[in-house]
């Protein structure tokens, strides 16, 4: 089973949206590190649903720390946090049981697992679970930050709708936060807010682009061959339900590109050796160079709509129609981006313990 993930630094996800519970349990953790609950909250509050434009699940998403933790610093051992699911309405999905939804995972889970997978929701298969994501991720970020390393993450684009090219990092830091939508230009942003809205009127939904930058990472993290910064990151970020494609760097633009253009040319600058271009991403042979990782992330639309959709009954093997009720983002790729940000937090801890760069006891 596929629920574990990482090798220095390992997760383990568990839960079903309509369970009772989901989690996640974090091993290899340095120790001494201050960890409290509120920490974990932080990150959690970013994705939860609730707001404007997105689903109406009331899940207050509070994080329970029952072990790995003693007395406000982790102590070696694994961190199970947990959290209750408290607004769990299964009634349609029980009724639609053998009517598989378009776009969502209920076909192939019903004949993996024999018809015994949860569909409610969809069970393991859901966006819910990627709460644990949030909760592992929210860790890593203080590692990470204790070494100077920052993650910078804003939406780019929502439907056809684009924000404007070369945003800085000060931009994405000053407006990113502020936006409905974590979208680091102020009128794309009202845009994207807008094309919502008149999807939610619709009963539709949309997809769209998340860029993450990665600052302050030493030169020669990744391990080659299998374990590369692209291999490592498109494994964990491609474990992100919704998510269809990743390009690092300027990414299918180098297809069109000849060598002289996309070579980034290296220069010394106050004693330190950059590129004057940053076509590679900040990736070279599967390594960092020091230059900021950089990479984009495409989101799909979300699958639940409630415009009516053919499907078949699977005891029955007739076709059918079907109209989803029930409470589902229109555009899942806001509460993604918290959760693009802390699986790229984990991935960049996970190989930079592989390159014994964070020490096993991080005392303060």
Known sequence: ??????????????????????????????????????????????????????SKREEKDIVNILSGVTNGRTNGGPILMLIFNKDVDSTWYE??????????????????YGGYNDSRGGGFFSGRLTVGFVMAG???????????????????????????ENISDEEIIKLASKSPVYCADEDA????????????????????????????????????????????????LFSIPGVKAIEFGSGFQLCSMRGSQSNDEFYIKEGKILTKTNHSGGILGGLTNGMPLVFRVGIKPTSSISKRQRSVNLITMKETELEIIGRHDPCI????????????????????????????????
């Open 333 to 364: 790729v806001i509460r993604a981006v918290p959760v693009v940000e802390c699986v790229t937090a984990f991935c960049i801890t996970d190989l930079m313990m592989q390159a014994n760069m964070i020490p096993r006891i991080m005392s303060e």
């Open 189 to 236: 942003s009202k845009q994207m807010v807008a094309e919502i809205k008149r999807l939610m009127e619709e009963g539709d939904s949309t997809g769209g682009i998340i860029e993450c930058r990665v600052l302050g990472l030493p030169v020669g993290i990744g391990e080659p061959i299998f374990d590369s910064v692209e291999s490592i990151l498109a494994h964990g």
């Open 95 to 112: 009724k639609h049981r053998y009517i598989p939804r378009p776009g969502h995972a209920d076909y192939p889970a019903f004949i993996k």
């Open 1 to 54: 089973m596929g629920f574990s993930f990482g090798k220095n630094f390992k997760l383990t996800i568990f839960g079903e949206s309509h369970g009772k519970i989901v989690g996640s349990i974090v091993e290899g953790c340095p120790i001494g590190l201050q960890l409290k609950e509120e920490d974990i909250q932080e990150e959690l509050n970013k994705r939860k649903p609730g707001g404007e434009l997105t």
């Open 138 to 164: 929210a860790i890593a970020k203080k590692i990470l930050t204790k070494k100077g390393i920052n993650i910078l993450t804003h939406v780019i684009q929502i439907n056809g709708i684009k924000a404007k």
